[in-house]
């Protein structure tokens, strides 16, 4: 079936005149947020706290899946990084879109001498990769497109206490081969985390969107897919997950009015037990039940006195 293709300035490509600054925040229950191949998929932990981490690779990738189920991997919104994609494929399909010429014939493993003539091939790829023009990518690998700086970037998340994970035994009542079939059905064991609470940061460029034509549309996008990602990501593994608070900062400017950490230094969250609200890990919760549902935090936004040119915005 043949891919359809936007040319750049067919879609809304007009960037964000807007910086953004957000926190988000997703739970699990029972269930593995991001396993660690290095530790037997075991659930990612920093060592030295033991709080739990997704990657923001993990997180990325359910953004993608997201938006490539809403809109059926159709330009504008197709996605550049997708299982078993041949991204030199798609590298050749902006050569040959374009028009461009390769310096040498034959040779597109490197991108023509006049700027113009190279940014035609990223501005290609920008207009119909919505990957592309909000996380960037390098695609430079054999077919030459170039690289793209995405204007949207995401921390790693981490859980607001320590995790302890555990790991669940399980039978398996079936077998491969006949040959099989009368042998003791064998063990398995299934990691999981009993309840975490995890913080993402994330940053949208708006000098960074204005290159790439990370538009207001694909703004919203982004909201939604933060807030619906897991609904379509729902696996034995996974447990139950749920994207609780998003809470966005927008700056006035393209360059912002305020520096990120102070602003993500507002957002503060408690521990509740029992009518009593303490701050998390003061020595006061310590003889406290582990937190086992969300419930048990509260979530605090102080936003008196916000810095000059930021607004407090919560899409959902």
């Avoid at 359809?4 to 067919?10: H, Q, S, V």
């Avoid at 990223?122 to 054999?142: E, K, P």
């Avoid at 408690?270 to 419930?295: E, K, L, T, Y």
């Amino acid at each position: 079936m043949e891919q359809a293709t936007m040319e750049p300035g067919d879609a809304k490509t007009a960037g964000l005149t807007n910086r953004y600054d957000f926190v988000l925040f997703l739970d699990v229950e029972n269930g593995n947020p991001n396993g660690d191949p290095d530790a037997g998929n075991m659930p990612r932990m920093d060592p030295e706290t033991n709080q739990g981490l997704m990657s923001d690779v993990s997180i990325k990738r359910k953004l993608r899946n997201y938006v490539a189920e809403a809109h059926g991997n159709a330009a504008p919104h197709r996605i550049y990084f997708t299982e078993r994609a041949v991204l030199n494929e798609a590298h050749g399909e902006a050569w040959a879109a374009t028009g461009v010429e390769p310096q040498k014939p034959g040779d597109y493993s490197r991108l023509p001498k006049a700027d113009a003539e190279a940014r035609k091939l990223t501005d290609w790829m920008c207009a119909n990769f919505w990957d592309i023009r909000t996380f960037g990518a390098v695609m430079s690998t054999g077919v030459n497109a170039g690289q793209v700086r995405g204007p949207v970037q995401l921390s790693f998340a981490r859980s607001e206490e320590a995790i302890m994970p555990m790991e669940v035994s399980i039978t398996r009542s079936s077998v491969t081969n006949e040959k099989d079939r009368d042998k003791e059905r064998t063990m398995g064991r299934k990691a999981v985390v009993p309840y975490g609470l995890y913080r993402v940061h994330g940053f949208i460029n708006a000098k960074l969107a204005q290159r790439t034509g990370f538009s207001e549309d694909d703004l919203s996008l982004l909201w939604t897919g933060l807030r619906d990602m897991l609904d379509l990501d729902r696996s034995a593994a996974r447990g139950l997950m749920a994207a609780r608070k998003l809470i966005v900062f927008r700056h006035d400017s393209d360059l912002g009015n305020a520096q990120a950490h102070r602003l993500f230094d507002r957002v503060t969250v408690a521990r509740v037990h029992g009518g009593d609200v303490v701050p998390v890990a003061d020595a006061r919760s310590h003889n406290w039940p582990p937190a086992r549902a969300f419930g048990d935090y509260r979530i605090d936004v102080h936003d008196t006195d916000l810095p000059q040119g930021v607004t407090l915005v919560e899409p959902w």
